[in-house]
């Protein structure tokens, strides 16, 4: 079974811009997770998707949003980005139940200029 | 608030040595706890797991230990190889929320 995969896996944007990531569960995952991962922060919860609904949102302004489509793949979208945004974005998939192990991508890794 | 925090941000290992990386939480509600590990350029790597009714789960080279009355949680990796040298997170949760990640260990084998 092919793990949880991302893309694009590097992306260079600059300050203002917005940007898309992509993320494609395990086949048969239905809940996706995504996260932030910085030196100097450690890995942020950004939100989780259950069934095309938002179940948990962590601590992100509003420049942050996702959504889920109906074949459990997701996207995340960072509107009039900041330097400050320059991180590893991981997505990670389990099968629907909170408790469930969640299984991680590879990640996208943005920087911003 | 919840936190999860790590007693050693570092950890030296000789290769064959057991290794036990640490982590305290401070949510007593919290009931589902998880490993991961990092390598350079990779996603968390699921480990083990291990819910509240529990206080000890093995696996293959590894072993969680859960103590609820201090709220500590550990890993233990038996006969440490070269290929174990990586950032360890532990995480907690607790029913649906979000699962909360600990800053992290860096664990390094010294052949």
């Known amino acids: 079974k092919a793990g949880v995969t991302q893309t694009p896996r590097y992306l260079i944007k600059t300050r203002g811009q917005q940007v898309t990531l992509s993320c494609s569960p395990i086949?048969?995952?239905?809940?996706v997770s995504w996260y932030q991962q910085t030196p100097g922060q450690g890995l942020q919860f950004l939100f989780e998707y259950f069934s095309e609904t938002q179940r948990n949102k962590g601590n992100f302004p509003g420049r942050f949003s996702g959504r889920q489509f109906s074949n459990s793949r997701s996207e995340m979208n960072v509107s009039t980005l900041e330097l400050g945004d320059s991180a590893l974005y991981l997505c990670?998939?389990?099968?629907?139940?909170?408790?469930?192990?969640?299984?991680f991508g590879p990640g996208t890794r943005l920087l911003v200029l | 608030g919840e936190s999860v925090g790590l007693h050693l941000p570092t950890l030296s290992v000789q290769e064959g040595d057991n290794s036990i990386i640490n982590c305290a939480y401070s949510?007593?509600?919290?009931?589902?706890f998880i490993w991961y590990k990092q390598e350079s350029g990779k996603g968390p790597q699921f480990i083990i797991d291990i819910r509240s009714n529990m206080d000890k789960r093995q696996g293959q080279r590894v072993t969680v230990l859960l103590n609820k009355t201090v709220k500590h949680l550990s890993l233990q990796i038996a006969a440490t190889q070269p290929g174990d040298s990586a950032v360890y997170f532990c995480?907690?949760?607790?029913?649906?929320?979000?699962?909360?990640f600990g800053t992290g260990t860096r664990l390094t084998i010294i052949p």
């Open positions: 949510n007593s509600a919290s009931d589902y």
């Open positions: 086949s048969g995952h239905r809940s």
């Open positions: 990670a998939s389990s099968l629907a139940d909170w408790g469930e192990t969640q299984y």
């Open positions: 995480a907690e949760r607790n029913g649906n929320e979000k699962l909360t």
